[in-house]
């Protein structure tokens, strides 16, 4: 039984607050592989006050809502590492195709016809009704017109981390490196304000950026204290290419324009050889693992195991639509631990666990927003997602973690809370914002389906 309801106790000193969630499991990543049975989540101003047990929570709190969910597991909210949210629009449009050849003869000649502010906030609603269902509260950007993905983040009551995005060439967006920092800085400076929105430096990649980009990048970092979202080592040819250019890997070419940090927000990382792990390591770089996209792009498998074994940290990312071609963080996790026990044939590597807090607290680090997010601890943000398993299919359960990342998918998201605020009820989106956004989507997405097809078909 699952319920909600006013409740108040009835003698002694309790303390007033707004919200008491009473659950069958917590996971609160910290520490780290607790599993709590039978607890409860106080809430108080979008703020967690306690996690105890329930009865306990019964005695010291006088709740203004009360929920049950005795069926249920909960976790901090799930953090998408690496997505480009607009690219929903793009799914499925260039598939069976290798990275340059996808980018260059599909994604980057229908992006040049079609970009502009509305493509991104229809695209950027889609990708926030999906993520949201899936039980993701927060994700890292990276895209033209943030603005119009701040504004799709805003009406889903999401959080996000709006890359900056870099490139030398020019798009509808900007002009030149120099263009795109000045206007995605204005648009931080704009977006300053809000409480739910962070913002990131996104230069492309090492093929697209050059060594006085990056340079003005670090320097820009350090002083406004951002993180570096930046695609790395995705393919071979990636690093055959900086090798012809610069005489060096790109990773050797990185770390002499000081770009290795803790501040670095490395995305794939497919090919790392022995002295890059250790660099990482020595340099606190995380790395954002996407496992669907490196597999469907033929990229290869990244050395997951061998990175953790060296203390390198892990988040996880779905890339985006148009690379995946879904936005299912929980598919990811799934396909993470398989992956690295497959490619190192070792069934103990990347438990249950360290795959939770990859895609919880090890994302909230990299993003520097861990004082905040992450894990289920007093003081941080009410951001969780309550996961039901009292479905036949997902019977019987016997370590619950096992169970989030091996059997339950995004389908037994029942509940999600982000500075608790509801934002997914029984599976459905709740605010009166995100519905007005669903709907508005729904008539915008025929019309963008028709444009993207006729792109398709004067391509081929
Ligand atoms: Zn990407």
């Not at 899936?134 to 895209?143: A, I, L, P, Q």
């Not at 920092?181 to 492309?204: K, M, Q, W």
């Not at 990859?358 to 680090?365: E, I, N, P």
Request: charged share 20%; aromatic share 6%; hydrophobic share 45%.
């Amino acid at each position: 039984m699952s319920g909600c309801g006013e409740w108040r106790a009835s003698a002694g000193t309790v303390q007033d607050i707004d919200l008491l969630i009473e659950a069958r499991w917590i996971i609160p990543v910290e520490p780290y592989a607790t599993v709590l049975e039978d607890h409860a989540i106080a809430i108080d101003g979008g703020v967690i006050v306690a996690l105890l047990p329930q009865a306990l929570a019964r005695e010291r709190f006088a709740a203004r809502k009360l929920e049950v969910l005795d069926h249920h597991v909960l976790t901090p909210g799930l953090i998408n590492l690496h997505t480009h949210a607009a690219m929903t629009l793009l799914r499925g449009c260039g598939d069976d195709l290798p990275l340059m050849q996808w980018l260059t003869t599909r994604i980057w000649p229908i992006e040049n016809a079609l970009m502009g502010e509305e493509f991104v906030l229809a695209g950027s609603r889609l990708a926030c009704s999906e993520m949201l269902r899936g039980g993701v509260t927060c994700f890292s950007d990276m895209y033209f017109f943030p603005d119009a993905t701040a504004r799709a983040v805003q009406e889903y009551g999401m959080r996000a981390c709006l890359g900056i995005p870099v490139l030398e060439f020019p798009s509808a967006w900007a002009a030149d490196a120099n263009a795109y920092l000045t206007r995605g800085l204005a648009c931080r400076d704009r977006l300053l304000n809000e409480p739910r929105l962070s913002f990131s430096l996104a230069p492309h990649a090492p093929y697209t950026v050059a060594d006085a980009t990056f340079g003005r990048i670090t320097t820009l970092a350090e002083q406004l204290d951002l993180p570096i979202h930046l695609h790395l080592h995705e393919t071979e040819d990636e690093i055959r290419e900086d090798i012809e250019r610069h005489q060096v890997r790109p990773i050797a070419r990185l770390e002499r324009l000081g770009l290795l940090s803790p501040r670095l927000i490395a995305v794939h990382c497919v090919h790392l050889n022995a002295h890059e792990i250790e660099l990482f390591a020595r340099h606190g770089v995380t790395i954002a693992h996407c496992p669907s996209s490196n597999l469907k792009l033929a990229s290869g498998i990244a050395p997951i195991t061998e990175a953790l074994a060296a203390g390198i940290a892990i988040g996880i990312g779905t890339d985006g639509a148009a690379s995946n071609n879904r936005l299912d963080l929980l598919c990811e996790m799934r396909l993470a631990a398989l992956l690295a026990k497959g490619r190192s044939g070792d069934a103990t590597s990347y438990p249950a666990h360290k795959v939770i807090e990859s895609a919880t607290l090890s994302a909230a680090r990299a993003l520097l927003l861990d004082a905040h997010i992450g894990s289920l601890v007093a003081g941080k943000s009410a951001d969780i997602t309550a996961f039901d398993v009292s479905a036949h299919d997902l019977r019987p359960c016997f370590d619950v973690a096992s169970h989030l990342v091996f059997v339950i998918g995004r389908e037994a998201v029942s509940d999600v809370w982000i500075q608790g605020n509801s934002v997914v009820q029984k599976r459905q989106i709740v605010q009166d914002a995100a519905r007005q956004a669903e709907a508005e989507g729904a008539s915008a997405l025929s019309l963008w389906q028709n444009r993207v097809k006729i792109q398709i078909g004067s391509l081929s």
